[in-house]
């Protein structure tokens, strides 16, 4: 029998104890009620009820269940809409911020960034109040102007449009604080070997910056499609996912069927469905983007 | 001898200290802290507390942790409260969060000797809220609610129409003709009524159209019926005439601010308003009138409670308190103070203003039909009330008829029936 040396401890025992309260704080709040989740989607369940197996009749309810589907691809949209304008406007922004080198440069990168520090309770509540039919702020300045107003919240389209860009103002200077600390890490002398070479700005950035911000961006990219799964509360102040169905997403559904329509364990399983397909777009995500190269 | 008197000075010493701990006992009652939930239609906390505060200097053992949650998260709050084993020792309850939480409720008549004689303190309608489907009184009456319609009677007179006069009998094609004029003689008035945006508030409309949710056995749902879907229809039309803003059920603006801005001539909602408009708008007269007409007249009854749970930490504690906030002369302060209908029959008001508007309120309740009440009893309409509202808003819209959004609630809610 082998016994245990001093550096064997320290090669595999220590880290895990190192690891521990992490893997014990995850296991408790994540793992656990994840598993106990998919438990409850296979039962029927009232907050004051005991919980009754009936297989997969959940799920199948799903596949024929309107305005589940609904929500999905209205999540969907949103998603796809707010990551990608995410991605170019903090990229954008970081392009412009990252250099250290102009005045005021720090002051717009805080400006940028504040709003990524409010809840997304307050930022709902504030552009509810600029956004208002009627007694939204650019309502009102239009309307004193001459003009008419313009049905932000209540026109199914525009509630949209509205809620996507709110989303991104609100989110994107966080995005732009990730991608500034990748594009600071790119190494300088690449840029000057290529301004040397004579090489143009765009072709700069497409053989240079983008290739070495790869992982950065596929950081972003996940952290904001998660986001946008998960949005809850802009939309629940803004537009209570109205008019109609226009807004609402799988989570605000979740929520309804689980807490106002007491169906616990049919919220479940929407929620495992939802948990299925982030982790599907998660390695798709580092699937395609994943593959990183060699630059040195 | 000596060894007797030393005995006897032992034993003297301590029967006086079992004596002396005894008083102890009976002087100071075991500290106890009642967890209170509260919500706030307008200044209710603030009023419970000092209408209960010569109780709480009379029985200084009794502390009040209170705890007061936004409406819109309270029902989730004590649902999930409950649901953990950890419900409060005294819950604010609506009757629409009653019919969610009843089986959670200690019932009054474990901590009174003559449950009868309370039931026959409070108003029959509050009574009926208050009684489980076993019968027994769960809950504490503190005040009657109904729906009913505030007016800009500001704007009214600025059109010549004697709001008082017209409304006393007028029918809903009526009330057109009329807030037509209304509207252009206020050129920044913009619509003629704001309506709550809650399936409760629709019902007072469907309820004057003959509408119900359920069958009248109350076995499925029965949204699916001609009255409802006339209310519908007739509900679209207002909107699109653009007499109802579309913010409020499009975009839920809240139509309280709307009337309080100047914006829409009258409002739909509940009594509570009347505290609210009295304390915020100083622009312009309002007042309280008879809603329109039908096929029938009709309000929605409800009303607020305190109760407390099976598995409570200190019910008989709570239980002393509930019953003292709610006894007459408790109630009639508490009722004064936040302008609200007192639930006791033998409660007497003198408010410092708009008891007129109270008596509108009173008159509506009078001739509101019964079944309205228990439809909103039902502990399964609850649950589908949030639907029936994404469904009124899909009508308005356009996406759907009437008669599909009908069809959609029956279908929908027939699950929670089975």
């Known amino acids: ?296 | 001898m000596k060894k007797a008197i030393v005995t006897l000075m032992i034993l003297l010493v301590a029967a006086s200290m079992v004596f002396a701990a005894g008083t102890k006992e009976e002087g100071t009652k075991k500290e106890v802290t009642l967890s209170v939930l509260w919500f706030n239609d307008a200044n209710e906390s603030d009023v419970f507390l000092k209408t209960i505060d010569d109780y709480l200097k009379s029985n200084p053992h009794v502390k009040l942790d209170l705890q007061i949650v936004a409406y819109s998260e309270y029902d989730q709050k004590l649902k999930l409260m409950i649901s953990g084993g950890n419900p409060p020792d005294i819950a604010r309850i609506t009757t629409n969060t009653l019919s969610v939480v009843v089986d959670s409720l200690e019932p009054i008549e474990n901590h009174v000797q003559d449950v009868e004689a309370v039931k026959k303190e409070y108003l029959p309608s509050m009574v009926a809220f208050a009684t489980n489907k076993d019968g027994k009184f769960i809950a504490y009456p503190t005040e009657a609610t109904a729906n009913g319609m505030l007016v800009n009677k500001t704007a009214f007179d600025k059109a010549g129409i004697n709001v008082d006069e017209v409304s006393k009998t007028w029918t809903w094609a009526e009330w057109e003709t009329i807030i037509a004029k209304v509207l252009a003689a206020n050129p920044s008035m913009k619509y003629g009524l704001a309506v709550d945006f809650t399936p409760h508030r629709f019902s007072t409309l469907m309820y004057q159209w003959n509408g119900r949710f359920l069958k009248e056995d109350q076995s499925n749902i029965g949204f699916n019926n001609s009255g409802t879907v006339a209310t519908l229809k007739w509900f679209k039309s207002l909107h699109d005439k653009n007499l109802l803003p579309k913010s409020v059920w499009l975009g839920s603006e809240n139509p309280a601010e709307l009337f309080q801005a100047g914006l829409v001539a009258g409002h739909i909602g509940g009594s509570w308003n009347i505290n609210t408009y009295n304390k915020n708008v100083k622009d312009f007269e309002w007042k309280a009138v008879r809603m329109p007409k039908g096929e029938i007249n009709s309000s929605v009854p409800g009303g607020k409670f305190v109760a407390s749970f099976k598995e409570s930490k200190n019910k008989n504690e709570a239980f002393r308190l509930m019953a003292a906030f709610a006894d007459k002369q408790h109630n009639e302060l508490y009722s004064r103070d936040t302008f609200n209908i007192p639930s006791r029959n033998d409660a007497k008001v003198s408010y410092p203003s708009n008891s007129a508007d109270f008596e509108v309120f009173l008159e509506e309740l009078k001739v509101t039909p019964a079944y309205t009440a228990n439809e909103w009893k039902n502990t399964n309409l609850s649950k589908v009330t949030t639907y029936i509202r994404e469904q009124i808003v899909e009508v308005l819209l356009g996406n759907i008829t009437a008669e599909q959004a009908v069809a959609n609630v029956d279908s929908r809610g027939a699950t929670y029936f089975k």
């Not at chain 1, 320290?10 to 994840?34: D, E, G, K, R, Y």
């Not at chain 1, 197996?53 to 707010?82: M, P």
């Not at chain 1, 954008?92 to 911020?97: G, H, P, R, V």
């Not at chain 1, 440069?105 to 709003?115: G, Q, T, V």
């Open chain 1, 1 to 296: 029998m082998k016994a245990h040396t001093k550096g064997n401890f320290h090669q595999t025992a220590a880290p895990l104890l190192f690891l521990l309260p992490n893997i014990l704080i995850f296991a408790t709040f994540i793992i656990i009620p994840a598993i106990q989740g998919l438990r409850m989607s296979f039962t029927e369940w009232g907050v004051f009820t005991e919980p009754r197996f009936i297989g997969l009749a959940n799920f199948s309810e799903l596949l024929g269940d309107e305005v589940f589907w609904k929500t999905f691809s209205n999540t969907l949209v949103y998603s796809l809409f707010t990551v990608s304008l995410i991605m170019v406007y903090a990229l954008m922004l970081a392009m412009l911020l990252h250099k250290n080198s102009l005045k005021g440069e720090k002051l717009f990168r805080s400006l940028f960034y504040i709003p990524s520090l409010l809840s997304m309770i307050t930022v709902g509540i504030a552009w509810r109040f600029i956004l208002g039919d009627e007694m939204g702020i650019i309502n009102y300045l239009l309307r004193t102007m001459g003009g008419d107003g313009v049905r932000w919240l209540t026109d199914s389209k525009l509630a949209m449009v509205s809620i996507i860009t709110v989303s991104i103002w609100a989110q994107a200077g966080y995005y732009m604080v990730i991608l500034i600390a990748g594009l600071q890490a790119i190494p300088t002398e690449l840029y000057e070997a290529a301004t040397i070479d004579g090489s143009s700005a765009p072709r700069t950035f497409v053989s240079i910056t983008l290739p070495l911000l790869r992982s950065t961006l596929l950081v972003v990219l996940v952290l904001a499609t998660i986001a946008s799964f998960k949005a809850y509360e802009l939309i629940a102040v803004m537009t209570k996912g109205g008019p109609g169905y226009a807004t609402k997403f799988i989570v605000q559904q979740v929520y309804q069927v689980a807490f106002l329509e007491d169906r616990l364990g049919y919220a479940s399983a929407m929620s495992i469905v939802l948990m299925i397909i982030i982790s599907l777009f998660t390695v798709v995500q580092f699937k395609v983007s994943g593959k990183e190269k060699s630059y040195e």
